[in-house]
C-alpha cells in the first residue's frame, strides 16, 4: 500500500515571557482589562445597507472593535426584530417551550411555540439550554424550532434561556432597538429601559432612531420616533447619542467623515431636510437602513462618544 507522508513535527515554542522585552511582549501580546462592548438592536445594529455607496463595506461593529481594540465586540443585531426579540436575545425573558411533533432524525430540531406567543422574526438564531439542554433556538425559518447541540438529547418541553446573557455580563452595551415597533412607543421605552437596568450603572449607550423617506413630518411613524427620541435623551442624557440629530443637523452633516460629500451644497439635503428627515445620500437604495456613508458617520459619533464617557 502506498503509504502517506508523515506530518512535520511542530516547532517548538518558546516559553511564555522568556524572550523580547517586557514591553516588546505588552505590545504583541496587550492585555486589557476593559469590558467587552455587546451591540443590541435590530438590522441597523448589524448595517444593513453599509455595503452601499463607499468603496469598501462600512460596518458598525468592525469599526468599533478597531476603537476598542483589544476590547471585545459581540454584534448581536438582527435584522427586521423587534424590542422583544432583543428581551429574549438577552436572557431578559424566559419563555416556556411546548414541542410540536418529534425531533428530527439525526438533528433533534423540533418544532416548538413559545408561551410569550412571540412570532420569530428576520434570521433570528439564539444560543441557549432549555432545562439544562443545550441547543439553538432557531427562528429563521418562519416558525420557532429548538435544534439541541447533541442530537441524542430530546427536550419535552421546559423553560428556554438565551446563553447571550451570559456574553453580555460585565460588559458595556450600545442599544438601538425598536425601530421595527416604534409605533408601540411605551413598549419600546419599557424594553429599553429593562436593557439598560440589566447593565452596570454607566455601561449603556443608547441609540436614537432617524426618520426615513417614510416618517417624514406629519406621519405616525415621525411622530413616534420624535417622542422616543425626547424620552431617551431625558432618560439617559450623555448616554443617548441622537442619530437624528447628527444626520439631519449642520454640525454632523459638515463633520470630517463626510467632508468629501459636501452634503450642505447639495438641493436633495435641503428637500430632505424640508421634510426632517435624513438626506438620500446617506440612505441606502431601500430607503430604511443607512449606506456606507451614514454608517461612517455614526461609527465616527459612536467613537467620539465613546471617548467622552471614557469607555475608550
Known amino acids: 500500500m502506498p503509504q502517506h507522508a508523515a506530518a512535520p513535527a511542530a516547532p517548538s515554542s518558546p516559553a511564555p515571557g522568556s524572550t523580547g522585552t517586557e514591553a516588546s511582549r505588552r505590545l504583541l501580546h496587550p492585555e486589557s482589562s476593559a469590558p467587552a462592548l455587546t451591540l443590541w438592536g435590530s438590522s441597523s445594529m448589524?448595517?444593513?445597507?453599509?455595503?452601499?455607496?463607499t468603496a469598501v463595506p462600512v460596518r458598525i461593529h468592525e469599526?468599533?472593535?478597531?476603537?476598542?481594540?483589544?476590547a471585545a465586540v459581540h454584534p448581536f443585531g438582527v435584522g427586521a426584530t423587534r424590542s422583544p426579540h432583543t428581551l429574549l436575545q438577552r436572557g431578559l425573558v424566559s419563555p416556556a417551550l411546548r414541542p410540536e411533533g418529534g425531533p428530527e432524525p439525526g438533528t433533534g430540531?423540533?418544532?416548538?411555540?413559545l408561551d410569550s406567543e412571540l412570532r420569530p422574526a428576520g434570521p433570528l438564531r439564539i444560543p441557549g439550554r432549555v432545562d439544562g439542554v443545550e441547543g439553538i433556538l432557531d427562528g429563521s425559518s418562519g416558525?420557532?424550532?429548538?435544534?439541541?447541540?447533541d442530537p441524542a438529547d430530546e427536550i419535552t418541553g421546559g423553560t428556554f434561556t438565551s446563553s447571550l446573557a451570559e456574553i453580555a455580563e460585565g460588559s458595556r452595551q450600545v442599544l438601538w432597538m425598536g425601530k421595527n415597533n416604534i409605533r408601540d412607543v411605551e413598549a419600546v421605552l419599557e424594553h429599553t429601559a429593562r436593557m439598560a437596568e440589566a447593565a452596570?450603572?454607566?455601561?449603556?449607550?443608547v441609540l436614537g432612531h432617524w426618520c426615513t423617506e417614510h416618517d417624514p413630518i406629519g406621519s405616525e411613524t415621525g411622530a413616534a420616533v420624535a417622542e422616543v427620541n425626547a424620552a431617551y435623551a431625558e432618560a439617559y442624557g450623555d448616554h443617548f447619542l441622537d442619530v437624528q440629530q447628527l444626520l439631519t443637523g449642520e454640525e454632523g452633516l459638515a463633520s470630517s467623515p463626510l467632508a468629501p460629500l459636501s452634503l450642505l451644497e447639495q438641493s436633495t439635503t435641503h428637500d430632505a431636510l424640508d421634510r426632517a428627515i435624513v438626506p438620500p445620500l446617506l440612505v441606502a437604495s431601500d430607503e430604511i437602513h443607512l449606506n456606507g456613508?451614514?454608517?461612517?458617520?455614526?461609527?465616527w459619533a459612536l467613537a467620539r462618544r465613546?471617548?467622552?464617557l471614557r469607555w475608550l
Open 46 to 53: 448589524s448595517s444593513e445597507g453599509g455595503a452601499e455607496a
Open 63 to 70: 469599526h468599533l472593535a478597531l476603537a476598542a481594540a483589544p
Open 109 to 113: 430540531r423540533r418544532a416548538v411555540t
Open 143 to 149: 416558525d420557532w424550532f429548538f435544534v439541541p447541540t
Open 200 to 205: 452596570g450603572d454607566g455601561d449603556t449607550l
Open 293 to 299: 456613508w451614514g454608517n461612517l458617520a455614526l461609527s
Open 306 to 308: 465613546m471617548q467622552e
